[in-house]
């Protein structure tokens, strides 16, 4: 019996990469199977379940009426959260310093690629606006967490259906009709492609959790509609040649285009 | 973190018509038998790193759930002659209505899913090691201690971990005198009014024992009585299916 996919990974693996493919019986630029389910959740105002292969991640959204911030006093907020418990993987390594650089980076995200209008969630100028809380749980961790975390965020946020909210300046309260529901109008949606260098000079997409452990770096791409870049990060590792940096890009607009293409003709159906 | 105080809206302010929002307002209310379960979905092997996994559909109550183990336990010092288990229940923040935090009812469902399930274990077979339980409950609609024994059960059967029997497990309400089996949204919270009552049983259908009954609530010796039995005839009928459940792990492996 070949026990070295255990005892020595990296060797078995370059078995594979010689003849361009990998174990699992993909090429190198393919991507895992991607499913989305939108609305799974009825207690939740919008949710998504996205499944990158085995790795699944659901999003749920949650919104609540709260006072806005002084920064930003004509501005609704939404707060992602990620919770990554044991349930996902036996082999957890992700600290919570790291869950937490998670959170930020997708709040960052979400501001940056400009691509929820933040004002559309405004109530009442200083006193009232929504606060969307987006919690993130991984059900099951099978390598490249932050694909699935972005797809779910992004296509949970297109599901979202809130109730219209009025407020009466005579008896300054506010009026909540819940049968007319409105949705987030999400012009451009970011899509993250992660990619994984092994040995300096292989590019392996779509990375699992054996893939990550043996790998040297990771770059994550992530794209919007029209051809731009909203996010590039590459965490240490080995150097990354330009011609790499080059055709990772191309390859994360390519993808980008599937993913917005499966996220916009989902039915939006929220169960309520 | 934001640092302002948000109120879900639902609690907040009334509609134009003066009434106060209710949660179930919009949703559509399906008409059910009182003795009626809602439809059950069973499935085990969603999560692949882990050594078990099991999702469980009650209605729409939903849970997930993986089991990680046998693992040796780190401690030296104490010996055990049987295997520990550890379970931890966690709620998703948009599992309810209202956006809580559940610290306690996460450790109250903890312990009672830990103590409905030890048991069923052959522990004796698994000395000095630690067996885990985690479950995420995606939605909370009435019956989900139920929903969750029966998910830590598929799980620890998918785990290949050695077990007496399955488990099956059916919440039955009482409002008087009238038994309501598997409520749903608001008819299983509403449990703080005098009496009534939600009682939970746990059940190994071939043994024909009973590994927990939980009541939350009051109400007379004879309607906890009527509502055991019930929940136990109720047991014994949902028993087909987790077994249909651990066959198709077998036609997976296949």
């Known amino acids: 019996m070949d026990f070295s996919r255990e005892t020595q990974p990296k060797e078995y693996y370059r078995k594979f990469l010689e003849k361009d493919c990998r174990p699992d019986g993909r090429k190198l630029c393919e991507f895992r199977h991607t499913t989305l389910t939108p609305g799974l959740i009825s207690s939740a105002e919008g949710s998504s379940l996205v499944k990158v292969g085995d790795t699944i991640v659901i999003c749920g959204v949650k919104a609540e009426?709260?006072?806005?911030?002084?920064?930003?006093?004509?501005?609704?907020?939404?707060?992602?959260?990620?919770?990554?418990?044991?349930?996902?993987?036996?082999?957890?390594?992700?600290?919570?310093?790291?869950?937490?650089?998670?959170?930020?980076?997708?709040?960052?995200?979400?501001?940056?690629?400009?691509?929820?209008d933040f004002a559309s969630l405004c109530i009442v100028s200083q006193k009232y606006c929504w606060i969307l809380y987006c919690d993130m749980y991984c059900l099951s961790l099978n390598g490249n967490l932050f694909d699935a975390l972005v797809?779910?965020?992004?296509?949970?946020?297109?599901?979202?259906?809130?109730?219209?909210?009025?407020?009466?300046?005579?008896?300054?309260?506010?009026?909540?009709?819940?049968?007319?529901?409105?949705?987030?109008?999400?012009?451009?949606i970011p899509v993250a492609?992660?990619?994984?260098?092994?040995?300096?000079?292989?590019?392996?997409?779509?990375?699992?959790?054996?893939?990550?452990a043996i790998s040297d770096s990771i770059l994550t791409v992530i794209a919007l509609d029209d051809g731009q870049l909203c996010g590039f990060y590459k965490s240490g590792?080995?150097?990354?040649?330009?011609?790499?940096?080059?055709?990772?890009?191309?390859?994360?607009?390519?993808?980008?285009?599937?993913?917005?293409?499966?996220?916009?003709?989902?039915?939006?159906?929220?169960?309520? | 973190m934001c640092e302002n105080l948000s109120i879900p809206f639902l609690l907040q302010q009334y509609s134009k018509n003066g009434k106060p929002i209710s949660s179930t307002s919009g949703k559509k209310t399906v008409v059910r038998d009182d003795r009626q379960c809602r439809t059950l979905y069973l499935k085990c092997g969603m999560v692949t790193q882990t050594e078990g996994s099991a999702y469980a559909e009650m209605g729409t109550t939903k849970v997930v759930g993986s089991v990680i183990g046998p693992r040796e336990l780190q401690r030296r010092d104490d010996f055990r002659p049987k295997g520990t288990l550890k379970c931890q229940v966690k709620f998703a923040k948009f599992s309810h209505q209202n956006r809580l935090t559940v610290e306690d009812l996460e450790r109250d469902y903890s312990n009672q899913v830990a103590s409905a399930v030890e048991p069923a274990i052959v522990l004796s077979k698994y000395p000095k090691t630690l067996i885990e339980i985690h479950l995420l409950v995606l939605e909370n609609d009435g019956s989900t201690l139920a929903a969750c024994i029966l998910c830590a059960s598929?799980?620890?059967?998918?785990?290949?971990?050695?077990?007496?029997?399955?488990?099956?497990?059916?919440?039955?309400?009482?409002?008087?005198?009238?038994?309501?089996?598997?409520?749903?949204?608001?008819?299983a919270t509403r449990v703080e009014e005098a009496g009534t009552a939600l009682i939970?049983?746990?059940y190994m259908a071939r043994l024909h024992q009973t590994t927990l009954i939980d009541l939350k609530g009051d109400t007379s010796v004879k309607v906890v009585l009527d509502a055991s039995k019930l929940a136990v005839?109720?047991?014994?009928?949902?028993?087909?299916?987790?077994?249909?459940?651990l066959l198709d792990i077998e036609q997976l492996d296949e």
Request: hydrophobic share 40%; aromatic share 2%.
């Open chain 1, 237 to 272: 590792g080995s150097p990354a040649t330009p011609d790499m940096l080059d055709r990772c890009m191309k390859r994360a607009h390519a993808r980008g285009n599937e993913v917005r293409a499966q996220i916009r003709q989902s039915p939006s159906s929220n169960k309520r």
């Open chain 2, 233 to 245: 005839d109720l047991c014994h009928q949902i028993d087909p299916l987790v077994q249909q459940a």
């Open chain 1, 65 to 116: 009426v709260g006072k806005p911030t002084e920064l930003h006093p004509d501005q609704g907020i939404i707060i992602p959260n990620i919770e990554l418990s044991p349930l996902c993987s036996s082999r957890l390594k992700m600290s919570s310093e790291e869950v937490e650089c998670l959170c930020t980076t997708l709040s960052d995200l979400l501001k940056n690629s400009k691509c929820i």
């Open chain 1, 151 to 188: 797809q779910s965020l992004v296509s949970a946020l297109y599901n979202v259906k809130l109730p219209l909210v009025v407020f009466n300046e005579e008896t300054e309260a506010l009026e909540i009709d819940p049968k007319s529901t409105w949705s987030l109008t999400i012009p451009r």
């Open chain 1, 193 to 212: 492609c992660s990619f994984a260098t092994v040995d300096q000079t292989v590019l392996l997409v779509d990375p699992d959790a054996e893939e990550e």
């Open chain 2, 200 to 202: 939970t049983v746990a």
């Open chain 2, 154 to 187: 598929l799980a620890l059967a998918d785990a290949g971990i050695e077990l007496y029997d399955m488990l099956t497990a059916v919440s039955v309400r009482a409002i008087g005198d009238r038994l309501i089996v598997d409520p749903a949204g608001e008819e």
